[in-house]
């Protein structure tokens, strides 16, 4: 039996898990690192499910992405642009 705040059973369930499909709707970001590099939407996955420093509530936020990285160990993501619109012509 999987419990709340078990970590060791999340992690023997991994191997049953779907993967997990981010979809990044109405995306406005540059694909970039702080350096100005570009990077995939699955590179910037990996970056947001990296653990940050700090106290408070960035703990609970990395209990949460490390939650989703162990029960998840495929994942993908896609970033979908924020549609146009057309002006119709009078």
Do not use: H, K
């Amino acid at each position: 039996m999987v419990q709340a705040g078990d970590a060791e059973a999340l992690s023997a369930l991994a191997p049953y898990a779907p993967s997990f499909l981010w979809l990044l709707r109405d995306f406005a970001l540059r694909l970039t690192t702080a350096e100005g590099e570009d990077i995939t939407a699955e590179e910037y996955l990996e970056r947001a499910l990296a653990p940050t420093p700090g106290l408070g509530p960035r703990e609970g936020r990395n209990r949460i992405r490390t939650a989703i990285a162990e029960a998840f160990p495929t994942r993908d993501c896609f970033a979908l642009v924020r549609p146009q619109t057309l002006n119709p012509t009078p």
